[in-house]
Nanobody
Framework: QVQLVESGGGMVQAGGSLRLSCAAS????????MGWFRQSPGKERQIVAH????????YYSDSVAGRFTVSRDIAKNTVYLQMNNLIPEDTAVYYC????????????????WGQGTQVTVSS
């Protein structure tokens, strides 16, 4: 049983930064791979970043690579998504997700999801 709660979303002008947090609770949460997804109206939920429990290198989608950084604080059971140089195309609801041995980074491979946090980037 894992519960995920995102926070840190908001409205920011293009070029600004936000840091999203995902607080995890539950007895098995420390062993999970973690991912960040985003979804805009009329579009499918898409992977943004993934950080495996194993410590292997994180994954970033091409659209955010070089601008976003995913990290985790194991002691705090928290995963972060640092978003820099935001552009209007980043506007979406951002979701934190957890799964065991995800490997293939698609939404169906993650077992637990947060409620989402809105990020809006204006020109």
């Amino acid at each position: 049983q894992v519960q995920l709660v995102e926070s840190g979303g908001g409205m920011v002008q293009a070029g600004g930064s936000l840091r999203l947090s995902c607080a995890a609770s539950g007895r098995t949460s420390s062993g999970y791979d973690m991912g960040w997804f985003r979804q805009s109206p009329g579009k499918e939920r898409q992977i943004v970043a993934h950080i495996p429990w194993s410590g292997a290198r994180p994954y970033y989608s091409d659209s955010v690579a070089g601008r976003f950084t995913v990290s985790r604080d194991i002691a705090k059971n928290t995963v972060y998504l640092q978003m820099n140089n935001l552009i209007p195309e980043d506007t979406a609801v951002y979701y934190c997700a957890a799964g065991q041995n995800v490997r293939v980074l698609t939404a169906v491979r993650y077992s637990y999801w947060g409620q989402g946090t809105q990020v809006t980037v204006s020109s």
